[in-house]
């Protein structure tokens, strides 16, 4: 355990180096930047996948949902078929 500076309000708070800790002068999370960076990223991360047309949301129906994981399931045998596909294609001689 040790301390860091906050990026706050530039007291000295007890670190223990969890991302998520807060400062005990100011009460704003330490992370400062690097937790910006990580929250930024899971956003991104967040977005992407709610994107993705198969995403399964809480305000889904159950149909929709039905659908959706039936989606999910043949985009990955889709997947292996292509992967299988580009695999004997590059076993083929010649
Ligand atoms: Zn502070």
Known sequence: MGEKKCPHCGQWSVWTTDINDICEHCGKPLGG???????????????NEEQWIF???ETDSEFVKGMKKVGNFFYTIYLAIITFLAWVIAALPG
């Open 33 to 47: 930047r690097d937790l910006e960076y990580k929250e930024q990223r899971d956003r991104d991360t967040q977005a």
């Open 55 to 57: 995403y399964i949301k």
